[in-house]
């Protein structure tokens, strides 16, 4: 059998494709291939949960177009299929004068990308919206929710299969050949033709692309995010969505509070430097992985321009207690003993030869394939949209 389009990755970008390319081309035969044993295994099942407004993004870009679009869809899709999800509203805090400027920049931002219902708000609106929170001024953004993604990867894949498409599970691609005019997937199970290829591997779409012959020069280097949840008696000093004021310089958005829509309060995560591409322990180390990190030059200017920010984000990893350090900016009544360890997600950051992390999302295109080489966050959101973004590409490019 010859399939029409296969999917590497049952991600939320992977599902969300096929589920896309299954609507766009109802009679095609449609594959994903999985090497775990389930949907959602990685990054999307082990992320926060957060449905992003797209307030943070360079307006125009496919993360702006995307996360806001893909927003819209995924509170549909989780309306229409009973998917667990609340629109609990957030806010980003300044809690110092020297944070207003960027804060100003991100409503600013806000504003170009027309989010719906955002407004600053000062101290005492925004103890009446979070009653513990620190801070002098903030952005609330009303639109911003929660959402459980496994679930909403598990309705795809039923979906998916009832509409007669196939999933594969425990099948790890090993190659990928070229020959008369389609494209041989060899996995640990069986060598599957298909006419069309699309690779959304996540921390291994470096690889799969490398596998097909495409010479990209990103690398995808694994930061994991660790967590902690609060403890029963101390959740309600959260109500929704808890954000600080990111650094610009760094691509992730701080440690923040995040009530979770199946239950409980997380905090976090921090963003240190994983020794293995799905590596969600301390200890977690694979010696390939971590070879081919280090022997990547774009690693070691990466961490030559942010050790001090490296350095800072270890010590965290490794103390309690310098972990409350920073949630207490937030909200200074949490005590160590309201902390408890929770999960870790690890998250794959595209990165150039130069040092440059790659801030937007990223597409590479053959003659028969498409590789989604850079997917961070506020991808989980952007699913569905990206599945449209991924066929409209294919559409254009294979004539389909």
Known sequence: MIYDFTVIGAGIVGLSTAYKLSLAYPDSAILVVEKEPEVAAHQTGNNSGVIHSGIYYKPGSYKARNCIDGRHQLNQFCEENGIAYDICGKIIVATNEEELPALDRIYDRGVQNEIEGIRMIGQQEMREIEPYVNGIQAIHVPCAGI????????VLAEKLTASGSEIRFNSAVQGIFHTNGAVTVQTTKDRIKTRYLVNCAGLHSDRIARAAGVKSPIKIVPF???????????????????????????????????????GGVECGPNAVFAFKREGYTKTAFDLDDTIETFDFPGFWKLAGKH???G?????????KKGFLENLHKLIPSIKLENLNGTSA???????LPNGEILDDFHFETTDREVHVLNAPSPAATAGLAIGDEIVAKMKSNFSL
């Open 307 to 309: 050790w001090r920010m």
């Open 224 to 262: 994991r995010g660790e967590y902690f949840e609060l403890t029963p008696d101390s959740e309600h000093k959260v109500k929704g969505l808890i954000y600080p004021v990111p650094n610009p310089e760094f691509p992730f958005l701080g440690v923040h509070f995040t009530r979770m829509v199946l």
């Open 147 to 154: 959402v459980d993604f496994a679930g909403v990867c598990r």
């Open 345 to 351: 997600g690890v998250r794959a950051m595209a990165l």
């Open 311 to 319: 350095l800072d984000e270890m010590y965290r990893s490794l103390s």
